[in-house]
């Protein structure tokens, strides 16, 4: 337990479904992202939000929407996604520029889009 | 474009050997280097290196970064089975008042009994 908890673990969605992760952390941290992971590409970063303000948004497409209600809880809200979006899903938070430790990630939501 | 790769991509030894990986990075306001390692699904914490030519050390693991050359090397010795994993390698660049990892391709390795 990374102090990160994301849900759910797994979820397999058709293309017109509306589905929502969530991640969590308990580590007091002031920072969260949203990253994705596909098969032989880099982790790839979506989103920053800092103190609940979205910071960064990496040209992600409208069908990823994203919300931090407080700074312990972000969501990711996905819509009509597309099959090229199956992938891992990975939340990470930090304490502001990231302390001596980086960032904690969460572990992830394996995302399969049929 | 801010750009992170490492080398190789896949690397396959045997118990005892002594493996090296490569990380090289191009970005703009680099404040630190980071390795994970990442098992199943958490990339897991294993170095920060913000000074260059000072190498960490933890167990059979090392890191040390050149911000010269802008390149860092993660060395492990003696490896054991359980070393199987994929290092990520990943540039921290300030950003307003928090920042941003870019993360590298990743090297796969697999250590054989």
């Known amino acids: 337990e990374t102090g990160v908890t994301q849900t759910p673990r797994h979820l397999v969605m058709g293309m017109t479904n509306k589905k929502s992760l969530k991640c969590e952390q308990h580590l007091g941290h002031n920072a969260m992202y949203w990253y994705k992971q596909s098969a032989k590409k880099p982790l790839e970063l979506m989103f920053v939000?800092?103190?609940?303000?979205?910071?960064e948004n990496n040209s992600v497409p409208s069908r990823f929407s994203p919300e931090c209600p407080n700074s312990s809880h972000l969501f990711l809200h996905l819509h009509t996604l597309q099959p090229e979006d199956s992938a891992l899903y990975l939340c990470?938070?930090?304490?502001?520029?990231?302390?001596?430790?980086?960032?904690?990630f969460g572990s992830g939501t394996r995302l399969t889009v049929v | 474009e801010d750009k992170v790769v490492q080398s190789p991509l896949s690397l396959v030894v045997h118990e005892g050997d002594t493996v090296t990986l490569n990380c090289s990075y191009e970005v703009t306001n680099f404040r630190s280097l980071l390795w994970y390692k990442q098992e199943k699904k958490a990339p897991t914490f294993l170095f920060m290196l913000t000074s260059s030519g000072i190498e960490k050390k933890s167990g059979r693991l090392s890191s040390i970064l050149d911000n010269k050359e802008l390149f860092s090397i993660l060395n492990i010795t003696a490896t054991q089975t359980g070393d199987s994993a994929v290092y990520l390698c990943a540039a921290f660049l300030a950003s307003g008042n928090t920042g941003k990892l870019i993360f590298g391709q990743g090297t796969t390795l697999q250590v054989k009994p």
């Open positions: 990470a938070s930090s304490q502001g520029a990231g302390g001596p430790y980086g960032y904690t």
């Open positions: 939000y800092s103190l609940e303000e979205r910071v």
